[in-house]
């Protein structure tokens, strides 16, 4: 394997832990709302795609949601304070930025969500220079909209490119962008199986990371 020229990091579930506390809202939100979901299934079926992808889903069953994707994110200062960064994540970028390769950071959440998360963990300014958001593309993960988008930005072609990714939508939104794709279990929740049938390359402990990808 070759050293990238460019890793692309998720934000909820590899930067920043914030899967529980934002699927237990979302649950409870679409339940009171008429869709009755549990966390579970939240994780299984939503995790990792744009919120107005899932009120999509979910209205073309019939059920009208209202202002789901306002309202889930007039919440989220309230739900995602005192989030915690993933363990060790931290130490891996700080490899990465010492052996000088760009990195940046694609997430399905809107751009302001990623500076409250990221600035709450002391992250953003590792990011601020190359932020990118499934509104800036037409179409979201699973889609390789945004990681295409990402690595454009960025001056650098797709099979340069690493993601790192925590769902099924974002690793297959990686792989059918051109880009290796590792696949980050540490959540009991994640799909372990669904990302290695999608193309991903698991582990999970960021303290592996500088083991499986050649970066010095």
């Known amino acids: 394997m070759t050293t990238p020229k460019l890793v692309i990091f998720d ?12 699927n237990e809202f979302m ?22 795609r744009s919120l107005v992808s899932v009120q999509q889903e979910i209205e073309a069953t019939g059920i009208t949601i209202g202002n789901f994707v306002d309202d ?3 919440e989220l200062p309230r739900i995602l304070d005192g989030v915690q960064a ?3 994540v931290e130490t891996f970028i700080q490899t990465v930025k010492a052996a000088g390769i760009p990195f940046c950071v694609a997430s399905s959440g809107k751009p302001e969500k990623m500076k409250m998360t990221l600035g709450g963990t002391g992250l953003l300014p590792y990011f601020e220079h190359a932020m990118f958001s499934a509104t800036m593309v037409e179409r979201g993960k699973p889609f390789p909209d945004l990681f295409l988008h ?28 051109g880009m290796r ?3 980050y279990h540490g959540d009991p929740h994640s799909d372990r199986d669904g990302m290695a049938a999608s193309g991903g390359i698991l582990f999970d402990d960021m303290r592996a990371l500088s083991g499986l990808i050649p970066i010095a």
């Open 27 to 48: 649950a409870s939100v679409l339940t009171q709302r008429g869709f009755p979901v549990t966390y579970e299934e939240c994780r299984r079926r939503f995790v990792g």
């Open 72 to 74: 889930i994110y007039a």
């Open 181 to 183: 794709v590792f696949a």
């Open 86 to 88: 993933i363990p060790h």
């Open 11 to 22: 934000c909820d579930g590899i930067l920043v832990d914030t899967e529980r506390p934002a």
């Open 150 to 177: 990402a690595a454009r930005q960025m001056g650098l072609s797709p099979a340069d490119c690493i993601v790192i990714e925590d769902t099924v939508a974002g690793v297959t939104a990686g792989v059918s962008a």
